[in-house]
């Protein structure tokens, strides 16, 4: 650490001045002079007798852990009063006439020694299943969590619908640190329970407090920030935490269910701060996703089920992960306080109970997907720029179910398939001609729709 004095004071009053009103600062810190850092003792400069007294009653607790956290733990404090012909020493404590030095304690009795990082433990990496709809957030949150604070990915900025992983990939990223940092201060917090400890630092008269605790930390998580809409204070708070966390090289990761544009009733400045490092949507499983989850958690728990079974219910529950495992758990229960095997009337029925199937909800990467399975052909091949025969047929039909099942436009079908919509409105003319005499493409056309779930 720098002996200089200059420079470790000029560390404090930037710590202060995150801390404290613009006002505040102002008035009884930024005319202070440090004059000597000596065998742990630091001499500050004062104006007057005046602005000992009300550091002393006012802000000695912050003050005392800023200096702590900068000087070290040993430091003592003398004030020195300018006068107009020179100045005079007078303890830190300016109740006694001596010169008694004071080794700065805090005068906060909730400080607790143990760290409470409130993560979930039961969410890991191992148990995230990776797959299309989040290669891009998973790859970033490895990088993070190989090295907190130092790649370019801060903040990360995950976002997606509900039940699709959000929560479990931060918490991933934040046990791993835990776990492969000593000392490491990871803390997971909603957006809700951020609201409610502010308004209570509020109410309590102790903001610096909770602006010191949050400014320790070195990995945050904040679970669902759009609830920081319309609040204010609570935004302006946050804005200080994120500012200092970011520029101290912590890592900041926050989840939302929409993107940082979408975000109504929140401060431009925290918004352009969101877009920082990397944004990155997680979306709802695609068909081999669900495939992937099903596959994981039966083998975890020791399931049998049949191939088509498991095709039912990665067919039928699509909206998220939170459905698919909610579904295996209920067929466990059911199995093992019946002491029955898992069949097909089971299993439509507890799906029947827990999502709606009918009118069903398609996505166009699963018809693509169940296409190119069945003709046996690479999902690349779709958007080719190829005239193959294989490929061109399997293209057709994935316009034509996508039309048939979808709201899509010509246009957005177009651009699942990377061909302009005159070449959709072509192909499906051609399609829907081919099958009224073409009895093994409507044979290809049936199956795939049973794959779908039809």
């Known amino acids: 650490m720098t002996n200089d004095v200059n420079i470790l004071w000029a560390d404090c009053q930037q710590i202060l001045r995150d801390n404290l009103s613009q006002s505040a600062y102002q008035t009884w810190f930024a005319p202070i002079v440090a004059l000597q850092w000596e065998n742990d003792l630091l001499v500050l400069q004062v104006k007057s007798q005046f602005v000992v007294d009300y550091i002393e009653d006012n802000y000695l607790d912050i003050l005392s852990r800023v200096l702590r956290k900068v000087f070290g733990a040993k430091v003592q404090l003398e004030y020195r009063i300018l006068m107009a012909g020179g100045s005079i020493d007078i303890p830190s404590d300016s109740a006694k006439q001596t010169t008694v030095r004071r080794t700065l304690e805090s005068s906060n009795p909730t400080v607790v020694e143990e760290w409470e990082s409130q993560l979930n433990l039961q969410y890991t990496f191992d148990n995230f299943v990776k797959g299309e709809p989040n290669k891009l957030a998973r790859a970033a949150g490895v990088e993070i969590a190989k090295q907190p604070g130092k790649t370019i990915f801060n903040p990360l900025f995950l976002f997606g619908g509900s039940g699709v992983g959000k929560t479990h990939l931060a918490n991933a990223i934040g046990n791993y640190v835990a776990q492969h940092f000593d000392n490491a201060?990871?803390?997971?917090?909603?957006?809700?329970?951020?609201?409610?400890?502010?308004?209570?630092?509020?109410?309590?008269?102790?903001?610096?407090?909770?602006?010191?605790?949050?400014?320790?930390?070195?990995?945050?998580?904040?679970?669902?920030?759009q609830y920081f809409s319309d609040l204010k204070g609570t935004q302006d708070t946050f804005f200080q935490i994120f500012n200092y966390l970011q520029q101290s090289h912590?890592?900041?990761?926050?989840?939302?269910?929409?993107?940082?544009?979408?975000?109504?009733?929140?401060?431009?400045?925290?918004?352009?701060?969101?877009?920082?490092?990397?944004?990155?949507?997680?979306?709802?499983?695609?068909?081999?996703?669900?495939?992937?989850?099903?596959?994981?958690?039966?083998?975890k728990n020791g399931i049998k089920l049949s191939d088509e079974i498991i095709d039912y219910i990665a067919n039928n529950v699509t909206d998220n992960v939170r459905d698919l495992e909610g579904v295996l758990a209920s067929l466990l229960a059911y199995s093992t306080l019946t002491d029955s095997a898992i069949d097909m009337a089971l299993t439509q029925k507890v799906v029947g109970r827990l999502v709606e199937l009918n009118p069903r909800t398609y996505v166009?990467?699963?018809?693509?997907?169940?296409?190119?399975?069945?003709?046996?052909?690479?999902?690349?091949?779709?958007?080719?720029?190829?005239?193959?025969?294989?490929?061109?047929?399997a293209r057709s039909i994935v316009m034509y179910l996508i039309k048939k099942y979808t709201e899509s436009s010509l246009a957005e079908i177009g651009a699942y398939v990377h061909r302009d919509h005159a070449t959709v409105a072509y192909s499906l003319n051609a399609i829907t001609n081919h099958m009224s005499y073409d009895a093994v493409l409507r044979q290809d056309v049936a199956m795939i729709e049973r794959a779908l779930g039809r």
Request: include cysteine; charge should be positive; aromatic fraction near 8%.
């Open 250 to 299: 912590k890592q900041l990761i926050l989840t939302s269910d929409r993107s940082p544009m979408e975000l109504r009733g929140v401060q431009e400045r925290l918004l352009s701060r969101f877009k920082w490092g990397l944004a990155a949507e997680i979306t709802r499983p695609d068909y081999q996703l669900r495939k992937d989850i099903l596959a994981f958690h039966i083998k």
């Open 364 to 393: 166009p990467s699963d018809i693509i997907t169940a296409v190119c399975q069945h003709l046996n052909i690479p999902e690349k091949a779709i958007s080719a720029r190829t005239r193959q025969r294989d490929a061109v047929r």
């Open 185 to 225: 201060r990871v803390l997971y917090v909603t957006a809700n329970t951020f609201k409610l400890q502010f308004q209570d630092a509020v109410n309590h008269n102790r903001v610096p407090d909770f602006l010191m605790f949050y400014q320790s930390v070195d990995v945050l998580i904040v679970d669902d920030i």
